[in-house]
């Protein structure tokens, strides 16, 4: 069993690239979630996606975009990556709150 | 104020100590509630989902009180094995299905 499946689990960007963070899972859940972790911090909401078709904000969705490409899959997109994007990133899929995570996707601007 | 606020510690205490961690919650129209653990450099993994009447896992007892809008997770006989750091959630189908983590508490169990 998969369950929820991120790539890269590590990645180094320069000020300014871009790169898509993928996260696809397998327990046909209808929720999926971004969010970031850094030290303190705890997890913060990116974004989420409470269905196929819809996206919304969370707490800190400035400098990310995200696409649900269907059922399966939300991917994260940093378009002008900053090193304040410095962080753990995990996406999630739940059953009524109840959250499966990715092993996370360690990303270090310099 | 944060949608959701733990107070971070960390709880050093000795093993087979009981030891209790609280969390609570702005949105009085959050619907459920859970505790995750996260061991260092992990993703988190749900520990136990939390009802209104209180409920008991083993070691672990979840309780929640709505009228204060705060939940709490109590551990009996701490093992070494306890140690990790444990975040609440907060589940509203408001606004389309979020999930809200606490910012987590640590707990490190010594010998």
């Known amino acids: 069993n998969a369950g929820v499946t991120q790539t890269p689990k590590f990645q180094v960007l320069k000020t300014g690239q871009s790169m898509t963070l993928q996260c696809a899972q397998d327990m046909n859940h209808n929720s999926m979630y971004w969010y970031r972790q850094d030290p303190g911090m705890g997890l913060r909401l990116i974004y989420y996606s409470a269905s196929e078709g819809t996206t919304d904000k969370g707490e800190v969705p400035n400098g990310y975009n995200v696409s649900r490409l269907n059922k399966r899959e939300f991917s994260l997109r940093l378009e002008s990556a900053a090193p304040s994007q410095t962080s753990v990133y995990f996406c999630?899929?739940?059953?009524?709150?109840?959250?499966?995570f990715g092993q996370g996707t360690r990303l270090t601007v310099v | 104020r944060k949608e959701v606020e733990q107070d971070p510690g960390p709880f050093n205490v000795p093993e087979g100590a009981t030891v209790a961690f609280n969390c609570t919650y702005s949105?009085?129209?959050?619907?459920?509630f859970f505790w995750y653990r996260q061991d260092c450099r992990k993703e988190p993994k749900l520990l136990m989902s939390v009802y209104s009447s209180g409920n008991e896992d083993g070691r672990f007892t979840a309780q929640l009180n709505r009228a204060s809008q705060y939940i709490s997770l109590l551990i009996r006989d701490s093992k070494l094995s306890d140690s990790a750091t444990y975040l609440c959630?907060?589940?509203?189908?408001?606004?389309?299905?979020?999930?809200?983590f606490g910012t987590g508490t640590q707990l490190k169990v010594e010998l």
């Open positions: 959630a907060v589940f509203s189908t408001g606004g389309g299905n979020k999930l809200t």
């Open positions: 999630a899929s739940t059953v009524q709150g109840r959250a499966f």
């Open positions: 949105n009085s129209a959050s619907q459920s």
